[in-house]
């Protein structure tokens, strides 16, 4: 992922580095955020936008990509369990 450029440092809201719960902030803007996440464990980014259209604002991305990806995910595996449990149940009987 390419570092944030001297322009958007520039015309960040807060310095770069400021906390942000767990996440520094690399920068923000009026409607956009990038984050980062850097430990032992993990290196992981997290990217906040919204914008303003004619009927309101559109829904950030999470909710219409990684949302429904995370639930999908959860559903398949709560399926394969629940399907692993019922066989192990038939193969008692």
């Known amino acids: 992922m390419p570092h944030p450029t001297s322009s958007n440092r520039a015309q960040s809201l807060v310095p770069p580095g400021t906390p942000d719960g767990s996440f520094r902030l690399l920068y923000r803007f009026d409607d956009e955020q990038l984050s980062e996440l850097r430990n032992a464990t993990v290196h992981a980014f997290a990217s906040l936008s919204i914008r303003q259209t004619p009927g309101g604002y559109l829904a950030p991305f999470r909710r219409l990509i990684v949302y429904p990806a995370i639930i999908r995910n959860v559903q398949?595996?709560?399926?394969?369990?629940?399907?692993?449990?019922?066989?192990?149940?038939?193969?008692?009987?």
């Open 76 to 93: 398949r595996t709560w399926a394969q369990h629940q399907l692993a449990n019922a066989l192990r149940v038939r193969a008692h009987r």
